[in-house]
């Protein structure tokens, strides 16, 4: 066997977490390689955050304690959002399998209500997220958005530490995570200041693609590290079932704009 | 035998996960659909999938009003609806499609159905291949029913994708090459 056959062997053997959304676990080959901190990047109004609950929700089902940390939306507002799902049931929320907590708050208790972080502030922060996945015995933690985290980082030096530490410290744990990643319809790249993206294990690209006048809500998993993936855009619902995906139909030729 | 009982023992007799082409000719149009409707879906308690993109749900309920169809087991993906100029209403078991030119929105609102309805016997009717192809190009419509026919043949759901003969080119004939079975159904005969 070719050196390069044994490597994809290795690389599709690494345990994976499931995202409960089986056809991005197709997609996935499994789903995602546990550990990975992957960048959920994309315009507003494209399902970032309903993704990664979903995300959270499965994985408390299957018995992995789940985080999620708002800096955008108050995580009653969220909640209302996640009830209308068939497969949310409450007592997860009560059993601490599903834990929500407001970065302003987290912000707070270490003394970071100010506007902009120092260099060792940002260690404080990655460290206290680490602390507390640890204590909490979390395996899947979603950041919503690192994009306002990073607003407060200011320097690309900053942001880099940030995300890097952040990474190590999560993967360490087996905690796998998402980073909600805004950016504008016109960007050209996948995050707001350029460094999350390159640091990011993975990213999936959410987006909307226009045909013809149609608006179709897409998906896109443009890197993950680990594993073999399909790099095909594919077109979703967001339904009381969760997310569904099919491909995207390419019959009708070119013409399509993507954003 | 009639077209009505051709279709119910056709459909009886076909393994899961089987295609059906139906070519049908506007005659026996209303037969065909009530045999599908009523004579196997209600009878047999198997819960159809309507995928309309040729008629209204509206429409389609009171015409099943008129012929004593029961529609109960019965749940609508209308693409047509939205596209109308009047105010959309929408009803119990009808699931709208903003267009018929939303062809993988079609199919996420099946899979969607499929879904839900796992529980139980399930058979998807797609209403028409033609009047898909009055929006889309045969390129996309091909690939589109490419892509559901062996979505729901992999899921063990069978599935009846109808044409109407009249307004059938071959291009559109060549597309239910897809299909497992074909039945050509015209006044009085069923081949």
Redesign the interface.
Known sequence: MSVAARKVIAQDIRERCTTGIDSLDSVLNGGIPRGNTILITGACGTGKTTLSVEFLIHGALAGENGLFLSVTEAHEKLLANMMPYDFMRKDLLDSGRLTFIDMPVLYHKLGLDKSEFTLEEVELLTDSITKLVGEMGVKRLVLDSVTSVCFQLKSEEKIRDFVLKLGKGLAEKGCTSLLVSEILPSDMRYSTYGVEEAIADGIILMGNYE??G?L?RTLQVVKMRGTSHSRAKY???I?P?GV??????????GGGNAS | MGVQDAVTSKLAEVPAGTSLALQVSIPVYLDVIKGIIDNYGARSRVSIIYVTSSIPSRSILSAFEVLEINSDHVSFVDCVTHTMVSAVEKGKNIYLV??P?????L???V??LT??LSGGKVLVLLDSLNSLCIH??I??????LH?MVN?LRAKGVPSVILMVQEHGTEEVKNMLNVCDEMMVLDEGTAK
């Open positions: 045909r013809r149609d179709l077109v979703l619902d339904t079932l569904l995906m099919v491909p995207l139909l390419k019959g009708g030729g | 903003e267009s030119t939303m062809l993988e929105n199919m996420l609102k899979e969607f879904r839900k889309n190009s390129g996309i419509v091909s690939e589109f892509i979505n």
